[in-house]
T-cell receptor, first 113, second 113 residues
Framework: GNSVTQMEGPVTLSEEAFLTINCTYT??????LFWYVQYPGEGLQLLLK?????DKGSNKGFEATYRKETTSFHLEKGSVQVSDSAVYFCALILTGGGNKLTFGTGTQLKVEL | DAGVTQSPTHLIKTRGQHVTLRCSPISGHKSVSWYQQVLGQGPQFIFQ???????GRGNFPDRFSARQFPNYSSELNVNALLLGDSALYLCASSLVGRDHEQFFGPGTRLTVL
C-alpha cells in the first residue's frame, strides 16, 4: 500500500536556524507529493507540492525536492521564524488515484526567540 | 472569496448517538472529500464525492456515510458513535480533475463521551 513516514517531533529551533523535516514515501504507483501546514486550532493549508521527479516545490521560503531515487521529499527552510511554529504534514496522492491524500503523522515545529 | 466552511465548529456527543457534520465547498468546486484526524495523527481519508456520487471510500466502517447535495455541499453522518470517533473532521474541496489542489476547511472537532 501507500504510506508516508515523517521524522518524529517536536522539533525545537531558535529563530533564524536552518530547518529540515525528513519525509520518505512508499507508493504503488507514481505519486505527487505535498507538504501541508496546520497552525494551532486551524485546518490544513497547502504549503508546496511537486508532481514529478526532480521537481522542486517552494513557497514562503520553504522548499522540497522530489527525489525518486531515494523516495524522499524533505522540507527545508534556511531561516525559520517564530511564526513558522506549526505542525507540518507530508502527503502523497497517486496520479489517477482519485482524491485520496495519504498523510504522514505530522511533525510539530516549535521556533523560539 | 469564501473558503471551505464547516459546521459546527465543535460538538460533544455521547456513545451510541448519531452526528451530522456539514461542509460547503469553495464556489465552483464540485468535488468534496472528508478526512478524520485523530489527535496526534495525520488525516485519514474517509470519502470523496462529486456529482452527488461516492467516488472513493477509505477504510472506515459502515457507520460512516455521506452525501452530496445539488449545490455541492456535503454531509458526513456517523451512527452509533464510539469513543474512538473523537477527532477533528476535515472537509476538502477541489475542482473535478484537480485532485492536486485540495483546499481544506477548518474542521469540526467531535468529542464523544
Amino acid at each position: 500500500g501507500n504510506s508516508v513516514t515523517q521524522m518524529e517531533g517536536p522539533v525545537t529551533l531558535s529563530e533564524e536556524a536552518f530547518l529540515t523535516i525528513n519525509c520518505t514515501y512508499t507508493a504503488t504507483g507514481y505519486p505527487s507529493l505535498f507538504w501541508y501546514v496546520q497552525y494551532p486550532g486551524e485546518g490544513l493549508q497547502l504549503l508546496l507540492k511537486a508532481t514529478k521527479a526532480d521537481d522542486k516545490g517552494s513557497n514562503k521560503g520553504f522548499e522540497a525536492t522530489y527525489r525518486k531515487e531515494t523516495t524522499s521529499f524533505h522540507l527545508e527552510k534556511g531561516s525559520v521564524q517564530v511564526s513558522d511554529s506549526a505542525v507540518y504534514f507530508c502527503a502523497l496522492i497517486l496520479t489517477g488515484g482519485g482524491n485520496k491524500l495519504t498523510f504522514g503523522t505530522g511533525t510539530q515545529l516549535k521556533v523560539e526567540l | 472569496d469564501a473558503g471551505v466552511t464547516q459546521s459546527p465548529t465543535h460538538l460533544i456527543k455521547t456513545r451510541g448517538q448519531h452526528v451530522t457534520l456539514r461542509c460547503s465547498p469553495i464556489s465552483g468546486h464540485k468535488s468534496v472529500s472528508w478526512y478524520q484526524q485523530v489527535l496526534g495523527q495525520g488525516p485519514q481519508f474517509i470519502f470523496q464525492y462529486y456529482e452527488k456520487e461516492e467516488r472513493g471510500r477509505g477504510n472506515f466502517p459502515d457507520r460512516f456515510s455521506a452525501r452530496q447535495f445539488p449545490n455541492y455541499s456535503s454531509e458526513l453522518n456517523v451512527n452509533a458513535l464510539l469513543l474512538g470517533d473523537s477527532a477533528l473532521y476535515l472537509c476538502a474541496s477541489s475542482l473535478v480533475g484537480r485532485d492536486h489542489e485540495q483546499f481544506f476547511g477548518p474542521g469540526t472537532r467531535l468529542t464523544v463521551l
